[in-house]
Antibody
Framework: QVQLQESGPGLLKPSETLSLSCTVS?????????WGWIRQSPRKGLEWIGS???????FYNPSLKSRVTVSLDTSKNQFSLKLTSVTAADSAVYYC????????????WGQGTLVTVSS | EIVLTQSPGTLSLSPGERATLSCRAS???????LAWYQQKPGQAPRLLIY???SRATGIPDRFSGSGSETDFTLTISRLEPEDFAIYYC?????????FGQGTKVDIK
């Protein structure tokens, strides 16, 4: 079964850039599926951020599109999230995940990583 | 964006009882692309149901989904102790996908 694990800083200051990576096990990300990011906060609940296909085509939630980049590194079997100009509203648990289409049902989730934005 | 409204907010039941959870969409969900997830404290959500009524791999048959267009239901026929959790619906028929705010099933 596919396994995903997030990594990255847990504390950021306002205006900084959030950078997270997701390491995938038991599946080669260049072989198929879509690889994406979802976040969960008490204020907004679960929110799809964006996804990338195994070929590198990206798809973003329009509400975040101007600040988000998702990228693929097949040599490391990892994919990454960058979110610029963070504010306290971006504080959330961030999950990496995989699905059969870019914002489809989520078949596998990482365990999640808490990111807090505070001065 | 399609807004999903789940009800009730909290459902207090005893083990062995039947749970019925509702998810209502602000617009028709194309092709009944509606999923249900279970989330326990400190864990990621787990896919239970997709396509409104298909069980995901390894999900017990006490979980069933039904509904179409704007009204969907998750039923747990007999609650087991491990079923007490928060349940979310998600529509993926129109981009961006969206999630409901959740129904908490707790022990009465």
């Amino acid at each position: 079964q596919v396994q995903l694990q997030e990594s990255g800083p847990g504390l950021l200051k306002p205006s900084e850039t959030l950078s997270l990576s997701c390491t995938v096990s038991n599946y080669s990300i260049g072989s198929g599926y879509y690889w994406g990011w979802i976040r969960q906060s008490p204020r907004k609940g679960l929110e799809w951020i964006g996804s990338i296909s195994h070929r590198g085509t990206t798809f973003y939630n329009p509400s975040l599109k101007s600040r988000v980049t998702v990228s693929l590194d097949t040599s490391k079997n990892q994919f990454s999230l960058k979110l610029t100009s963070v504010t306290a509203a971006d504080s959330a648990v961030y999950y990496c995940a995989t699905s059969d289409f870019y914002d489809s049902r989520i078949d596998y989730w990482g365990q999640g990583t808490l990111v807090t934005v505070s001065s | 964006e399609i807004v999903l409204t789940q009800s009730p907010g909290t459902l207090s039941l005893s083990p062995g009882e039947r749970a019925t959870l509702s998810c209502r969409a602000s617009q028709n969900v194309r092709n009944n692309y509606l999923a249900w997830y279970q989330q326990k404290p400190g864990q990621a959500p787990r896919l239970l149901i997709y396509g409104a009524s298909s069980r995901a791999t390894g999900i017990p048959d006490r979980f069933s989904g039904s509904g179409s267009e704007t009204d969907f239901t998750l039923t747990i026929s007999r609650l087991e102790p491990e079923d007490f959790a928060i349940y979310y619906c998600q529509q993926y028929g129109r981009s961006p996908c969206s999630f409901g705010q959740g129904t908490k099933v707790d022990i009465k």
